[in-house]
């Protein structure tokens, strides 16, 4: 029936979807109508995103999906675009990928004290964090006129249907955004240099918007619902755990490493370990540290023109374990590029063995994504005090199955794989509640997803010893 159909749009770095999620109880599955790539276009000296190619892929699936009793938005975090006052765009929405962050955030921090940062927002000090970005555009034209500030699910949100606001739980990616008052941090804003005014109401994740524009010609003008629009934090929202002794590993562009809690953690050791604290949906705590992820893989295979990933997989299966490794937290991962050289250059500073053909290159990144993910879930637990029995992996690393296998190994753990678009269904979830069709805390929803979602199961192998001394040659 039409009232348990949802439309989940979720934009990621690497490509967008918009997927049909059939949600009541006991049922829970999705179809994937529309997907497309999420290209980025470098003009002009800037890394730009194509935020009007992916705004049509979203009007595309909406259209292609049917009939839907409400439609939720979610992406990435950190980035935004401007409005002036009569609601035009200015300008084009900029990739936190782009180099007009470098040395910003030492210099911004260094003036706002980084313990009043962190004490205030919880963040991890991540080059891009939006801070950093607004004060980089600091004294731009555009920025001088801007009427509004909208993270990018806010955008599209506002192009389907008029209405301006800030979703929760990407506004506390901003690092402008009081994780204890659970309000715009104004104060910080304004010692920034940054104008409180462009950033709009909050709103909480799971309350209605307004009807899509009858202008967009969609069939039932259908609501558009507030989600955890932070893609990672519907992503918790979709991991299939019972209880609360798991890390999640929230596995595409990035890996999230961490776990779930009920209030921040913001101690100076966690400040020291880079440890964030995003808000999650009902109130709840990401704590968590990102890790560089399957860019390293992804940028890779880019850079050699293409190439089979399920048979490059295999052949670096094949490769022997640990003869190189890198810390994939290395900043010079970030921009895009050439990463093989840049893993080569690594190895070669490091003293590790330089790796001389695409297999060898790929296991040296995805043992050093297994070390990161272990050395992540190890900090998460200490600083927290939450102890940890299984690791959750979801994401299209999910389907990475050398990856999960090493990543049990390596944190000695059961890894717990899928499902693979954790994000959607996490998104179509908060919809459902919203309008009744399922009921229930993250809990229960994720009852609902151990009943109905596939997941495949990976034992820790191998010696604790082995990954110690790897993980001591991966720190340097
Ligand atoms: P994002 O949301 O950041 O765009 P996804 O969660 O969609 O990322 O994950 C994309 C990643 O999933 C790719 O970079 C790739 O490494 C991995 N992936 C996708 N399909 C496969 C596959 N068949 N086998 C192994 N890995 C895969
Ligand atoms: C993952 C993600 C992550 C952010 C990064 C910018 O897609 O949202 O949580 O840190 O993109």
Redesign the pocket.
């Known amino acids: 029936a039409v009232s348990t159909r949802f439309a989940a749009a979720d934009l990621?770095?690497s490509s967008g979807r918009v997927m049909v999620g059939r949600a009541g109880p006991g049922v829970l599955d999705l179809t994937e109508v529309h997907r497309f790539a999420n290209e980025s276009v470098r003009l002009a000296g800037t890394l730009h995103w194509d935020i009007l190619a992916l705004a049509r892929g979203v009007l595309d699936g909406l259209r292609a999906a049917g009939p839907v009793t409400s439609v939720g938005v979610d992406s990435?975090?950190?980035d935004y675009g401007l409005l002036d006052a009569s609601g035009a765009l200015l300008g084009n929405p900029v990739h936190?990928r782009d180099a007009r962050t470098d040395g910003v955030a030492e210099r911004l921090a260094t003036r706002l004290g980084p313990e009043r940062l962190y004490a205030t927002t919880g963040l991890q000090q991540?080059s891009f964090n939006t801070l950093y970005q607004l004060a980089a555009a600091s004294g731009t034209p555009q920025l001088d006129v801007a009427r509004w500030l909208l993270l990018i699910p806010d955008l599209l949100v506002y192009w389907l249907t008029g209405e301006i606001g800030a979703e929760v739980t990407n506004a506390s990616?901003t690092q402008l955004y009081d994780v204890r008052r659970r309000a715009w941090a104004t104060d910080l804003m304004a010692d920034a240099g940054i104008r409180p005014e462009l950033f709009p109401p909050l709103r909480e994740a799971g309350s209605r918007i307004g009807p899509v524009l009858p202008a967009l010609g969609l069939p039932g003008a259908p609501d558009v619902v507030a989600v955890g629009s932070?893609?990672?934090a519907s992503a918790v929202v979709g991991v299939p755990a019972s209880g609360q002794h798991f890390a999640y590993i929230s596995c595409?562009?990035?890996s999230?490493v961490g776990v779930e809690l009920d209030a921040p953690v913001l101690t100076e050791a966690s400040r020291r370990a880079n440890f964030t604290n995003e808000s999650g949906v009902d109130g709840s705590i990401r704590y968590l540290r990102?890790v560089m992820g399957l860019w390293l893989l992804q940028e890779s295979v880019r850079a050699w023109g293409g190439a089979d990933l399920p048979d490059l997989l295999r052949r670096a299966a094949a490769e022997p374990a640990f003869r190189s490794v890198v810390d994939p937290d290395d900043p010079a991962f970030l921009p895009p590029g050439d990463i093989p050289a840049r893993v080569a250059q690594a190895c070669r500073r490091a003293g590790e063995p330089v790796p001389t053909t695409p297999a060898a290159t790929v296991r040296c990144i995805l043992d050093s994504l297994a070390l990161a993910h272990r050395r992540a879930v190890r900090q998460a637990q200490q600083l927290s005090g939450r102890h940890v029995d299984t690791v959750h992996v979801v994401g299209g690393g999910a389907r990475n199955s050398l990856l999960c296998q090493l990543t049990a190994d390596a944190c000695g753990l059961p890894v717990l794989a899928g499902p693979v678009e954790a994000t959607a269904l996490g998104n179509v979830l908060v919809q459902a509640r919203t309008a009744g069709a399922v009921g229930g805390d993250l809990a229960a929803l994720r009852a609902l997803l151990r009943e109905t979602q596939h997941v495949v199961r990976y034992e820790p192998r191998g010696t604790e010893a082995a990954w110690r001394a790897a993980e001591d040659r991966m720190a340097g």
């Open positions: 990621g770095a990435w975090a950190v936190y991540l990616t932070h893609d990672t595409g562009t990035w999230l990102n």
